[in-house]
């Protein structure tokens, strides 16, 4: 089995970002994650936000555009951001689309042949990574949030509707929130999960929120100039279906605002804010 390795590390916020690649066993293949440890984590155990990467993104995206690590230097957050999908070992076509495949793994359990064999995303990022924090860095696993961008917006509510105990906070930049009724998602459920739509419900927050709430209110922020938010993003299927459920969303629209990290980095503090708050830091 491999080691934890480092592949990166540079200096931030009198803290680091530091790049890791080990090998993963619900991927079966390895994967990387970056993380960003605040200066208080010499000292201290710390809480730890996930954030979940969008379509073609890897571990690095958010660390570089995002911005977040002035916020979580002061608010003393542990940040982790894991890759969008397996990429060492590879599969027939897995680099043929970018909105499926590598880049691309929705953060599901894929069931369909080749994918399943390391498409495994949702364990890795829910169990796997976890596990290997709280051995590796100086983590408080009683203290976690998640939080994602688009495709990976639609991970963190899945991560948190599924499982809510093992999340304090969710929110999300431009989530895929009804992945089971738009293109990006029907095309990455058929292909990982198969044709059975009844199946699709387990990973679509649109289905899912209307079984189970969230104990805590779902921060969600929409830009209005964003290409994607017809076609794609649909925000008012959710929010309906939260509506529905009895679910507390504080969903924002922004006029203005695009797809791009220029439109994340401009709210992300008040992000990580809402989760220091359910972190108490
Ligand atoms: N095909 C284009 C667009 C890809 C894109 O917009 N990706 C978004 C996430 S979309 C939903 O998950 C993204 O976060 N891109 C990274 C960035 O730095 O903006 C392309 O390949 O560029």
Redesign the pocket.
């Known amino acids: 089995m491999m080691e934890l390795e480092c592949v990166a590390e540079n200096r931030c916020f009198a803290g680091s970002v530091r790049r890791f690649r080990h090998f993963s066993n619900a991927c079966q293949t390895p994967m990387r994650f970056a993380v960003y440890l605040p200066p208080q984590a010499q000292k201290e155990r710390l809480p730890v936000l996930y954030y979940l990467?969008?379509?073609?993104?890897t571990e690095e995206?958010f660390l570089?555009?995002a911005g977040a690590q002035r916020w979580a230097a002061e608010l003393g957050l542990i940040l982790v951001a894991p890759d969008?999908s397996p990429r060492e070992a590879r599969l027939p076509g897995d680099d043929a689309h970018?909105?499926f495949g590598m880049g691309?793994g929705f953060y599901l359990r894929a069931a369909q042949a080749p994918w399943q064999q390391h498409y495994q995303m949702y364990d890795y990022v829910t169990e796997e990574l976890p596990a290997l924090l709280a051995q590796e860095f100086s983590v408080d696993a009683t203290r976690a949030s998640i939080m994602g961008?688009?495709?990976?917006?639609?991970g963190a509510l899945i991560c948190a509707l599924r499982e809510p105990q093992r999340y304090r906070s969710v929110s999300a930049f431009?989530p895929?929130s009804a992945p089971g009724q738009v293109p990006?998602g029907e095309k990455a459920f058929t292909g990982y999960l198969g044709e059975d739509r009844q199946a699709w419900a387990e990973w679509d927050a649109s289905r899912l929120v209307l079984r189970q709430r969230f104990p805590g209110e779902i921060l969600v922020d929409q830009g209005l100039a964003d290409p994607?938010l017809k076609e794609?993003l649909r925000p008012e299927i959710f929010s309906a279906a939260c509506a529905e459920a009895g679910q507390p969303l504080r969903y924002r629209e922004h006029a203005g605002y695009d797809?791009?990290?220029y439109f994340?980095s401009s709210f992300m503090e008040e992000h990580l804010r809402h989760h220091a708050a359910a972190l108490q830091v």
Do not use: E
């Open positions: 990467a969008g379509l073609t993104c995206t570089i555009k969008t970018w909105d691309a961008h688009s495709m990976g917006g639609h431009a895929v990006w994607f794609q797809h791009s990290y994340i």
